[in-house]
């Protein structure tokens, strides 16, 4: 059974750091493109960034761009999102997915209030 | 950025009805186009890839038509448990964008 499963997400403070995990099962992880799409409360979906397979490649919103990196580590699964300088608006329920849109995570909600 | 127009944002309709949903794209995406399926508190669910190819284990009610720049989304005959939020989503170029979602309501 295909897992994805995010952690990392909870209660920040403005211009503070999280870093998002998504753990993989159920597929060959290493051979897929992934990303991060994020979920304002009540609103519709935002594409954050991507990742090639083996992580040399990525790009990014331009809402994100120099604040978060994407990463993973294929030995261990994971799929990352480090989060700097956040802001209210990075308020959403983060979605670990593949590239292709099959296999989504159950999201983690990223709550950034003073 | 492509811009992905969705239209109605919401629609009420009856079991059995034949119900279709649009998405629009402001520039060529071929026939890269997924829709997918979102119920409250839970992940969307992919539908239709590549435009008009049914996912694996989606019901045959569900369908997809359209290239270049429009783009159709049809539920033949309305489920009960088809009510949630439908979006399409191109993957042409980055950044991805999706449309801004139809609230589906049974009436």
């Known amino acids: 059974e295909v897992q994805l499963v995010e952690s990392g997400g909870g209660l920040v403070q403005p211009g503070g750091s999280l870093r998002l995990s998504c753990a993989a099962s159920?597929?060959?992880?290493?051979?897929?493109?992934m990303h991060w799409v994020r979920q304002p409360p009540g609103k519709g979906l935002v594409w954050v960034s991507r990742?090639?397979?083996?992580?040399?490649?990525?790009t990014y919103a331009d809402s994100v761009k120099g604040r978060f990196t994407i990463s993973r580590d294929n030995a261990k699964n994971t799929l990352y999102l480090q989060m700097n300088s956040l802001r209210a608006e990075d308020t959403a329920v983060y979605y670990c997915?593949?590239?292709?849109?099959?296999?989504w995570g159950q999201g983690t909600l990223v709550t950034v209030s003073s | 950025d492509i811009q992905m127009t969705q239209s109605p944002s919401s629609l009420s309709a009856s079991v059995g009805d034949r119900v279709t949903i649009t998405c629009q794209a402001s520039?060529?995406?071929?026939?890269?186009l997924n829709w997918y399926q979102q119920k409250p508190g839970k992940a969307p669910k992919l539908l239709i890839y590549?435009?008009?190819n049914l996912e694996t284990g989606v019901p045959s009610r569900f369908s997809g038509s359209g290239s270049g720049t429009d783009f159709i989304f049809t539920i033949s005959s309305l489920q009960p448990e088809d009510i949630a939020t439908y979006f399409c989503?191109?993957?042409?170029?980055?950044?991805?964008?999706f449309g801004q979602g139809t609230r589906l309501e049974i009436k």
């Open positions: 997915a593949s590239y292709r849109g099959d296999y």
């Open positions: 159920g597929f060959t992880f290493s051979s897929y493109w």
């Open positions: 990742i090639d397979s083996d992580g040399r490649s990525t």
């Open positions: 520039h060529d995406i071929d026939n890269y």
């Open positions: 590549d435009a008009s």
């Open positions: 989503q191109q993957y042409d170029n980055v950044p991805l964008t």
